[in-house]
């Protein structure tokens, strides 16, 4: 079959592949290939104060031990510095990004959404965060199993931050300008990542990209009700119980295997899965208990 479908799968080494990251890199691969679609993988290696040393190659290792199989060359972000600086020197020049002093502690009280301080202040962009405008707009798109989903860009998030104070790009920024570069045409990823989607449509469409189609796993949670994430240090997946995992991941996403591969090799589920693989199945709700799963 050929395929106009392009995924990703886009880790950040921040930490280690956890259960909920083999989730969501589960559901994006057996997206691709069940329609004979591309899967790539692009490292998320913006933020190198957080990087934790050897995460990149454990990343790979675990993917590879999984059975995953990626197309074409691995990006890393930190190989596109230069492109992101060029984009938001032209948006600076436009007027649509602008300089921000603010500090943490002037910014407080404001639940996280920007009040335009430094909107009309016209700073100079030595060392300081640099912001986008956004519109006074509602932005809503359908997710493939989420549905509706809707946000005021203006009302709940302000204009929001692309480079930070310290010169680190913005991962709205990155993730945006990467996916278009790449070709990708559907993401399937996380749903913490809902909210930051509006975002992402309204950079696309200033930036004149055409818009992918987003589909959102349930994100994993601990019984204490914490994000199963890297900040949580939740335990790394293990090398030697892949095929139980697998299974356990194909289950959380609704999709059963039957018990005759209950002995099966990582790559047979994974080609059951693609097989198989049936979106409608997949649990609609935003979170998952890492301790209901059978
Ligand atoms: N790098 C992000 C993360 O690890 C995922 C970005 C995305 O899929 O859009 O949470
Ligand atoms: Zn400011």
New binding site residues.
């Given amino acids: 079959m050929t395929s106009t479908y392009t995924g990703r799968f ?3 080494p921040s930490g280690f592949l956890h259960f909920g990251s083999l989730v969501a890199a589960l559901a994006s691969y057996l997206d691709a290939r069940h329609v004979g679609g591309r899967w790539l993988l692009r490292m ?1 290696d913006l933020d190198p104060p957080r990087e934790v040393p050897g995460a990149q190659d454990a990343i790979l290792n675990t993917l590879e031990t999984y059975g995953f199989e990626w197309d074409g060359p691995i990006e890393r972000q930190s190989d596109r510095l230069e492109v992101y600086a060029g984009v938001l020197q032209r948006l600076f020049d436009q007027g649509l990004v602008y300089a921000c002093t603010c500090s943490r502690k002037q910014l407080e009280g404001y639940h996280g959404v920007y009040p335009g301080f430094c909107r009309l202040a016209g700073y100079s962009q030595d060392d300081t965060a640099l912001r986008i405008r956004v519109p006074q707009l509602e932005y809503r798109f359908i997710d493939r199993v989420q549905g509706e989903f809707s946000q005021h860009l203006g009302r709940e998030v302000g204009d929001f931050v692309v480079r930070r104070r310290d010169g680190l790009y913005a ?1 709205q920024l990155a ?1 945006v300008l990467d996916d278009a570069w790449q070709g990708v045409t559907h ?1 399937v ?2 749903a913490d ?1 809902l909210d930051s989607t509006p975002r992402q449509t309204y950079l696309q469409e200033l930036l004149g990209f055409s818009l992918p189609r987003y589909l959102h796993v349930p994100l994993i949670i601990q019984p204490d009700g914490h994000k199963l994430g890297k900040s949580y240090r939740s335990p790394p997946l293990p090398m030697d119980l892949v095929s139980p995992l697998l299974t356990r991941a194909l289950r959380a996403l609704g999709q059963c295997p039957p018990s005759e591969l209950n002995n099966a090799s990582p790559r047979e589920l994974l080609d059951w899965g693609i097989l198989h693989w049936d979106t409608a199945l997949i649990p609609r709700s935003r979170t998952l208990a890492e301790s209901q799963l059978k």
Avoid: D, N, S
């Fill in positions: 886009a880790p950040t998320e991962y993730v993401i990823r996380g990542l």
